[in-house]
């Protein structure tokens, strides 16, 4: 269909991926910098002490409030909670 006024569903998850890719590189810098055990508390704090990108925030915020032993640890839970 030639002149749609939107883009093509597969176009638009690319771009989401690819986001979604670059939200949590973000997200990999900003923790692999943090002494671990830490609270999800605790990681929010820093983020806003060291202004981290909104998008560091975000995920942050969308992990459950528990104590984290690694970088892994807090990668695990993000693919558990299908982020």
Do not use: C, W
């Not at 609270?39 to 992990?63: F, R, Y």
């Amino acid at each position: 269909m030639e002149g749609l006024a939107f883009e093509p569903r597969e176009r638009k998850n690319l771009e989401a991926d690819q986001l979604g890719q670059e939200n949590l590189s973000e997200f990999d810098k900003f923790i692999d910098d943090l002494e671990f055990p830490v609270s999800k508390e605790e990681m929010l704090d820093v983020a806003h002490l060291t202004d981290a990108p909104k998008e560091v925030l975000k995920i942050l915020e969308n992990l459950p409030e528990r104590d984290y032993e690694s970088p892994m640890d807090a990668r695990q839970e993000l693919e558990r909670i299908g982020y």
